[in-house]
Structures are given as C-alpha cells and as structure tokens.
C-alpha cells in the first residue's frame, strides 16, 4: 500500500504546478489576472485573459502515469467548486465582456514527462 502524500508537500507540489502553468500561459500571451481564488464552495487555480478570453484554469499535477493522466482527476464534484468559485469572482470583478472558459492544464512531473505541459481549452463548460 502506497502512503499518502503529506498535506504540506501536496501542497507545495500544486504552487509548483500552478508557477509552471502560469509561466507557461504568460509565454503564450496570457495575462494573469488572480491565483487561487478562494471562496467557501471552492477555488479557481489561475484566472487568465487573452485577447477576448476570459479563461478560469484548474491546474491539474502527476507524477506519473500509472493511475491515469492529471487531467482525468477531475471530477464532476471538482468541476462544481471551480464553476461556483468562477462565479463568484465574476460577481465581484465582472467579465468585461469576454468569453468566459474553463481551461485545464495538465503538468506531468514523471521522469518521463520533466514537466511536459498540456492546454486543454473549453475543457469543460459551465453554461455561464
């Protein structure tokens, strides 16, 4: 039987994660605009803007590939939280009149992978 992660490292594993997405949005022409907004129902990751895009990214991290791929964690409870917390941080910030999406990016933290980053665009919709 495998232990679990520590909450700690968990924890400093995900802002590793999220440092890597963030950069990695920023080099494609991403302005970040909030990390982890947090509200009592739940919390989006990065908030980004491109262009006409509105973007709430849920930054999803493995260290390898025995148990499915980062993406695939995510969960239909998962994506309730982000949804919720997507709307509040539009009710307190607006949208500008954007598109609004959910976007996930996957960080793979294999030996294999050595970071390898993977955009999902519209990964999911919200009907907001």
Same mark, same amino acid.
């Given at each position: ?44 990751? *990065? ?6 895009? *509105? ?6 991290? /493995? ?17 309730? /939280? ?7 941080? *539009?009710? /307190? ?7 609004? /999406? ?25 009907? *907001?």
């Amino acid at each position: 039987m495998m232990a679990a992660t520590p909450p700690r490292r968990r924890r400093a594993v995900g802002f590793a994660a999220e440092e890597t997405a963030a950069a990695w949005l920023a080099e494609r022409g991403y302005t970040v605009l909030d990390r982890n907004f947090t509200v009592r129902q739940g919390e989006v990751d *990065l908030v980004v803007r491109n262009e006409e895009v *509105l973007a709430f990214v849920e930054v999803r991290s /493995r260290k390898g590939d025995d148990f499915g791929t980062p993406e695939a964690t995510i969960g239909t409870r998962k994506i309730r /939280r982000v949804v919720t917390a997507a709307r509040h941080w *539009l009710a /307190r910030y607006g949208d500008a009149g954007l598109d609004i /999406r959910f976007d996930v990016i996957a960080v793979d933290r294999s030996p294999r992978g050595s970071g390898e980053v993977r955009h999902l665009p519209a990964a999911f919709e919200a009907g *907001l």
